[in-house]
C-alpha cells in the first residue's frame, strides 16, 4: 500500500520584516527545503514598504521556482507580478479577486473555524481554503480549528485545506493526515535559525 503524501509547506512572512536582512533568511529557508508557496503577510497597510517587501521576496522566490502570494491586497498582487492573493475575509471577496486577477491566479482564503465560509470560498472559486489556528492560541478570541474539521473536509471536499496558526511537532504529527498544506510562519521566524527550526518541524508531520 502506497504511503499518504505528506503535507506541503506553506512558507508564510512575520508580519515585520527587515529588507536588510529577511531576503538572505527567506533565500536559505528557499534552498534548504522545498516550499509549496510563500504569502507575504506583513501588517503594514503603507503601499511603498510593501512594494518593496514584495520587490524582494518575489525575486527570492521566483529564483527558485516558488510562488508567491500576498496578503488581501489584490490590486498590487497583478501590479507586483505575483502569482496571487490570499484572502483574509473568508469567502466574501473571492469572486472579485478572482474577476480582478483571472484565471490563471493563485486565490486563496482564510476561514477560520468556519466550515460553512469555507464551503462558501470553495464555491466561489478559491484554490485553497485555510482553517486555523491550528493548535491552542491565546491570541484573537481563543478559538481553535479543531481537527475534526480538517478531518471532515479532506474527505468530502476536493479543494485543498491548509492548516495554520499556532503549530508545534504534535498538532502537526495529528493533522498531517488531515491536511494538504501547513502553513508556517511565525513558528520559524521567531528562532535564531528559521530552517533548522523547520526542519524539526517537519520532521514531526513526517
Request: include cysteine; charge should be negative; charged fraction near 25%.
Amino acid at each position: 500500500m502506497a504511503e499518504p503524501e505528506q503535507p506541503q509547506i506553506y512558507l508564510i512572512t512575520p508580519p515585520e520584516i527587515e529588507l536588510a536582512r529577511f531576503p538572505q533568511a527567506l533565500s536559505r529557508v528557499l534552498d534548504d527545503h522545498e516550499i509549496a508557496c510563500v504569502r507575504l503577510a506583513l501588517s503594514t497597510h503603507d503601499e511603498t514598504a510593501l512594494c518593496r517587501a514584495a520587490d524582494a521576496c518575489r525575486e527570492v522566490a521566483h529564483a527558485r521556482d516558488v510562488a508567491i502570494v500576498i496578503d488581501t491586497h489584490f490590486v498590487l498582487a497583478d501590479r507586483l507580478g505575483l502569482d496571487g492573493v490570499h484572502l483574509t475575509d473568508g469567502a466574501r471577496t473571492v469572486r472579485k479577486a478572482r474577476k480582478e486577477l483571472g484565471t490563471d491566479a493563485i486565490v486563496g482564503a482564510f476561514c477560520a473555524a468556519s466550515r460553512h465560509e469555507g464551503m462558501s470560498a470553495a464555491e466561489a472559486g478559491a484554490d485553497y481554503v485555510s482553517f486555523g489556528p491550528a493548535g491552542v492560541s491565546a491570541l484573537g478570541d481563543g478559538s481553535q480549528a479543531e481537527p475534526e474539521l480538517y478531518e471532515w473536509w479532506s474527505q468530502m471536499i476536493e479543494v485543498p485545506v491548509v492548516a495554520e496558526g499556532a503549530l508545534d511537532k504534535a498538532t502537526m504529527a495529528h493533522l498531517a493526515s488531515m491536511t494538504d498544506f501547513f502553513g508556517i510562519g511565525e513558528e520559524i521566524w521567531r528562532e535564531d535559525d528559521p530552517s533548522a527550526a523547520l526542519a524539526n518541524l517537519i520532521a514531526a508531520g513526517a
